[in-house]
């Protein structure tokens, strides 16, 4: 499962891929530490490979991978 970071116009967002809306947030920092959380305890309570994407206009970079 990918969880994206997305920054756009100065605005962070954090796309869930089972979640019908993005979430918002002020900071980028707060957006990743956020998706970082998601992330880790998806793969802890189902043991599903789960990574984190940060997307910056058209850069992207794969931050953390669990399993």
Same mark, same amino acid.
């Given at each position: 499962? =990918?969880? !994206?970071?997305?920054? *756009?116009?100065?605005?962070? !967002?954090? =796309? $869930?891929?089972?979640?019908? *809306?993005?979430?918002?947030? $002020? *900071?980028?920092? &707060? &957006?990743?530490?956020?998706?970082?959380? =998601?992330? !880790?305890? =998806? $793969?802890?309570?189902?043991?599903?490979?789960?990574? @984190? !994407?940060? *997307?910056?206009?058209?850069?992207?970079?794969?931050? @953390?991978?669990?399993?």
């Amino acid at each position: 499962m =990918l969880i !994206r970071v997305q920054n *756009e116009q100065r605005h962070w !967002r954090v =796309l $869930h891929p089972q979640k019908p *809306e993005a979430i918002s947030f $002020h *900071e980028g920092s &707060a &957006a990743f530490d956020f998706a970082d959380a =998601l992330a !880790r305890e =998806l $793969h802890s309570r189902t043991g599903q490979a789960c990574s @984190v !994407r940060v *997307e910056v206009s058209d850069a992207f970079v794969d931050t @953390v991978s669990y399993g």
